[in-house]
């Protein structure tokens, strides 16, 4: 008999951005109106998502299926004469208790096929301390069929046919779901389980497919031996024991004195290596650290690792093989729904950012990471190495051009590119991709900014701005986020707080009247403002700040006011696998890129956490929306604007993805995959392994120049 596994149902993300990606793979108009599509009620079958879209909850008495943010379900194949209403991955609300198994025209059966089924009695013992039940006893015999048969056409008559069909759709609720009475102390449900598919390799919550994520304990040997006083079989002592060690796996060979033989070992053999040396040696990799660090823990309390070379064979032959294959796992399935998008006409808009492995400007990598600024994944990045380049600051627009030519390659149509103002850059841009349209992140042009203001507001004679600062950043925000594109606009909006900044809130500019957007000000508002005179030597300063030609081009640039703050996010994350202060070999630090794109992917749009049951004074915008209610924040001082502020807490990260990767490394050990695990991309060249500009002089004569500024020189 088939295993039924219930499916659910899930509305459209009506209010994220990925509504329209939902809309354009069911085939339904993108520009539907959302209080059309509150009528319709669509519903999409969970079978028509990824299993890593889904997340299945088992903190309940019964499994609860919900979507990550970032989920897109997958494309269905339609006829050209089909409507949208025949889309098997869509399903009106009146229909949303019929599993999407259940077919469309069953079959007749056979009356002999009418009994088949797993009979089975629930029954409670009696007890005479229970009290009395407040709810009737799910007691009494049952029958299990199937959710669903595919029926047979001959010998059923029409009336059996159709109670049959009744019985299919009573039959499609998920045992799990019957109102069982909880308070009867009889009752003992099962432990839940996640089921998960064999193909995607994915880990249940109560264990995994290998059997490796069982507890594990940190056992003393003497203790240990203890357990090997006397024979397991007949009891007598033991005469001989033999241990033999292989690094955090240990095995114990005995013999008793009436001659029975017998071996232990600590951990399970993963093709003749112990399964503990290798889950090490992925636990510390997967999560960031690094090998000095786990060992220093370990000798510490003399707890027995694998040797350094040991690791870092098992990191080269497995590791990073297995997380390259993750990621370009992850990023197919980013790419295909980009594709999707594109085939629907919608142009992609991209961020990119560059990192440097350390401090400063004498780095050795460089990564330039490429994200969607819709939907924050990072798509792409470029790992360069200094000796590729002339020099640490031509790293840059190298992984840049070199990232840029890959995404257009594949055939992404790239609408904006948003940057810093790099110079390198913005020449690359003008030069060989003028079709796409090149932004800047306001934040580094007002940093720049505000830098300049202070500076001025320092000095005698114009100490008359320093009550501005704040205001006038807060403007050039304003222009280019109110400005909706048009970069004459943009300018227009910015240059006209030399209008505000004198108490004039209503002028002419070329034969037209403009005022200013904020509410008109009190006669006792206007006298409290301290306005600037239009001779002052502040308000000249501040003219040639606002008017400076570099500011007004680069502003013409940042109409659609696009932002790589997201990339900033990104980049702590890879704080985390690739800390700035070490060093890393170029493959383990590609491999240590690609753990950090995995784990921002998985982990975007986490919700705020709440407080529940908690009271909290909050405004009034959030007393009336659930959503909101009792929001939780952490409330910090910053030493910059000397105030105190408050910032949202979030859900903690979701780290499953690590156990799919353990999965895969002793998958890889024992040679399990259908497909032939993929190593890294090959290098375009050979890359030096000292970024010295000279060779090494002999060693001899290298200690014999050594001098010391601690001993006197004769």
Not at 331 to 337: A, F, G, N, V, W
């Amino acid at each position: 008999m088939r295993s039924y596994v219930p499916e659910s149902f899930h509305r459209l993300p009506l209010h994220e951005s990925t509504c329209k990606q939902w809309l354009v793979v069911l085939q339904v108009d993108v520009d539907t109106p959302i209080h059309i599509l509150k009528q319709k009620d669509y519903r999409v079958c969970s079978a028509h998502f990824d299993p890593d879209d889904i997340i299945i909850s088992d903190s309940k008495p019964r499994q609860r299926m919900r979507l990550k943010k970032s989920a897109i379900p997958k494309a269905t194949q339609l006829s050209p004469e089909a409507s949208a209403s025949e889309n098997p991955a869509m399903y009106p609300s009146e229909m949303a208790a019929v599993p999407q198994s259940t077919p469309q025209k069953p079959h007749k059966p056979r009356r002999s096929d009418w009994s088949t089924g797993l009979s089975f009695t629930i029954s409670s013992p009696k007890q005479p301390s229970v009290r009395q039940r407040t709810r009737p006893s799910s007691s009494g015999q049952y029958t299990a069929r199937p959710a669903s048969w595919q029926y047979p056409q001959e010998d059923v008559e029409e009336g059996a046919a159709s109670a049959l069909d009744t019985s299919v759709q009573d039959m499609s609720i998920s045992f799990g779901e019957m109102d069982l009475d909880r308070k009867d102390i009889s009752f003992v449900p099962f432990s839940d389980t996640t089921s998960s598919s064999p193909s995607s390799g994915s880990v249940s919550s109560s264990g995994s497919t290998n059997g490796w994520a069982g507890r594990k304990w940190i056992v003393d040997e003497a203790k240990l031996m203890e357990l090997f006083r006397t024979c397991s079989q007949c009891g007598v002592a033991i005469e001989d024991k033999r241990v033999a060690t292989r690094a955090s796996q240990i095995i114990i060979h005995w013999t008793c004195l009436k001659g029975h033989t017998g071996e232990w070992a600590s951990c399970t053999d993963q093709r003749k290596m112990g399964r503990n040396n290798l889950l090490s040696c992925a636990a510390t990799f997967f999560t960031g650290a690094t090998y000095s660090d786990i060992k220093e823990w370990a000798k510490l309390i003399n707890l027995q690792l694998p040797s350094k070379s040991q690791f870092y064979a098992i990191q080269s032959k497995y590791l990073i093989p297995v997380t390259n294959h993750a990621y370009k796992g992850q990023q197919q399935k980013i790419l295909e729904r980009i594709f999707q998008l594109s085939a629907a006409g919608q142009k992609l808009e991209m961020c990119g950012d560059a990192r440097c492995d350390s401090p400063g400007y004498s780095c050795k990598y460089s990564t330039y990471s490429f994200q969607d600024d819709a939907t924050k994944e990072i798509l792409h990045f470029e790992l360069v190495q200094v000796t590729e380049a002339s020099s640490s600051v031509a790293m840059e627009a190298m992984g840049f051009q070199r990232g840029l030519n890959h995404l257009l390659d594949l055939g992404l149509d790239i609408g904006v590119m948003v940057t810093d103002r790099s110079p390198s850059i913005r020449k690359l841009m003008r030069e060989s991709y003028g079709n796409i349209r090149h932004e800047y992140d306001p934040w580094h042009v007002n940093k720049s900014l505000k830098k300049k203001l202070a500076s001025v507001s320092n000095k005698k004679n114009y100490r008359e701005l320093r009550p501005w600062l704040r205001s006038i950043s807060n403007h050039l925000y304003w222009s280019c986020s109110s400005s909706h594109g048009d970069e004459q606009e943009c300018v227009r909006r910015w240059t006209s707080v030399l209008h505000h900044i004198r108490g004039i809130h209503r002028w002419e500019e070329n034969g037209r009247e403009y005022q200013c957007a904020h509410p008109p000000l009190s006669e006792e508002d206007q006298e409290k403002k301290r306005w600037l005179e239009h001779d002052s030597p502040a308000f000249r300063a501040l003219t040639e700040l606002v008017e400076e030609k570099t500011l007004l081009r680069d502003l013409r640039q940042m109409a659609l006011f696009k932002h790589t703050g997201s990339l900033e996010v990104f980049h702590n994350v890879t704080l985390k696998y690739a800390p700035k202060r070490l060093h890393f070999a170029y493959d383990s630090m590609r491999a240590r890129t690609e753990l950090a794109i995995i784990d921002h992917n998985m982990n975007i749009g986490r919700k705020q956490k709440t407080l529940e049951g908690k009271e909290t004074a909050l405004p009034q915008i959030f007393v009336f929306s659930k959503q909101y209610r009792n929001p939780q924040y952490k409330y910090v001082y910053t030493k910059t604007t000397q105030q105190w502020v408050a910032k949202p807490v979030y859900e903690p990260t979701s780290q499953e993805f690590r156990k799919d990767l353990m999965e895969d490394v002793l998958n890889m050990r024992e040679e399990k995959s259908l497909e032939p695990w993929p190593r890294p991309p090959p290098l375009p060249k050979r890359l030096l392994q000292n970024i010295a500009p000279v060779p090494r002089p002999d060693p001899s004569e290298l200690v014999a120049q050594r001098l010391s500024r601690f001993k006197q020189l004769l």
